[in-house]
């Protein structure tokens, strides 16, 4: 068993920056992926890193966020440039296979 937990969440204006973070109870050698579920609507996919490394994102997102991990890989980071309100979601974060609780992203305009 593996504890995912976020954080890093709050509220910004649009165009600011926030960072999240996802600490999981100790390290797998998998893939980890951040999601978010904007107010009433299905969960989607945001980035993700594979088990070597090489990060992927949804077009929404790219050239806007980052994501990356620690040197000991139990620790994985979104950096959030740009923010639109349209970004306004619950992040979470799938830390192979094992969810977090997830962490509130609110931007206004």
């Known amino acids: 068993q593996v504890q995912v937990v976020e954080s890093g969440g709050g509220s910004v204006q649009a165009g600011g920056s926030l960072r999240l973070s996802c600490e999981a109870s100790r390290y797998l050698y998998c893939s980890r992926y951040w999601y978010r579920q904007p107010p009433e609507k299905g969960r989607e996919f945001v980035s993700g890193?594979?088990?070597?490394?090489?990060?992927s994102y949804a077009d929404s997102v790219k050239g806007r966020f980052t994501i990356s991990q620690d040197g000991a890989k139990n620790t994985l980071y979104l950096q959030m440039n740009n923010l639109k309100p349209e970004d306004t979601a619950m992040y979470f974060c799938?830390?192979?296979?094992?969810w977090g609780q997830g962490t509130q992203v609110t931007v206004s305009s």
């Open positions: 799938n830390y192979c296979g094992y």
């Open positions: 890193i594979d088990s070597d490394g090489s990060p």
